[in-house]
């Protein structure tokens, strides 16, 4: 049997928790699609490692660059239908924004920041804060 290192043991699992920067980015692009008026692109949920996830983060970037600014402008009453396992949940505009994408987006983006942490990950606040 080889010897494993402790990279082995613990990156592959941690990194499936991680699935929750995928969140992070579909969150984000939720907000461009339902708000902004950019076209839904499908992405796989596959990244295993950290160069992975850091083009997921340039991905997600560059998709959000497509987004006018003032494409939002006007929607706050707009009719939001996100369709869920529990069936269709319906909002405005301005209430999809700030009770459901910004903190779901925070929510992925402390967790996974604090699941880093957890395993030994040389981060703190100024690397959350940017």
Do not use: C
Not at 20 to 38: F, Q
Not at 93 to 104: E, M
Not at 113 to 121: P, T
């Amino acid at each position: 049997m080889s010897q494993l290192s402790l990279y082995d043991i613990t990156i592959p699992p941690f990194l499936q928790q991680l699935k929750m920067l995928s969140r992070v980015s579909d969150t984000a692009k939720g907000v461009a699609v339902r708000l902004g008026k950019v076209e839904p692109e499908a992405w796989a949920d596959d990244e295993k490692t950290f160069p992975e996830l850091q083009e997921r983060i340039k991905k997600m970037i560059a998709f959000l660059e497509k987004v006018d600014p003032k494409s939002m402008d006007g929607l706050e009453e707009k009719e939001i239908v996100m369709k869920t396992g529990a069936g269709e949940r319906k909002m405005t505009g301005k209430s999809y924004t700030l009770q459901f994408a910004v903190p779901n987006f925070f929510f992925h983006s402390v967790t996974s920041y604090a699941l880093l942490r957890k395993e030994g990950v040389d981060i703190g606040k100024s690397n959350f804060l940017g």
